[in-house]
């Protein structure tokens, strides 16, 4: 299952990298795709994450997440 996060305060390549370290830290993320220019996060799982446990994974590294998409 995947999970499409809007992601907002990404403005470089190690913006991107930490979005998805962070993202990786939530048990049950099998894979993680970062898009600048989109400000999305596809998020791939091999279990049921709810959003918010996403959310808070990312907002932990200062970066605002707007909506699930």
């Known amino acids: 299952m ?4 809007k992601v907002e305060g990404m403005t470089c390549q190690h913006c991107l990298q930490t979005v998805k370290k962070a993202l990786y830290s939530v048990e049950g993320v099998s ?6 220019e989109e400000g999305l996060a596809r998020v ?3 279990k049921e994450v709810p959003f ?11 970066y605002k997440v707007v909506g699930e998409v």
């Not at 918010?52 to 200062?62: C, I, M, P, R, T």
Request: without cysteine; hydrophobic residues 45%.
């Open 2 to 5: 995947e999970k499409v996060l």
């Open 52 to 62: 918010e446990v996403l959310k808070s994974a990312v907002e932990e590294w200062g």
């Open 31 to 36: 894979h993680v795709e970062v898009s600048l």
């Open 44 to 46: 791939q799982l091999e």
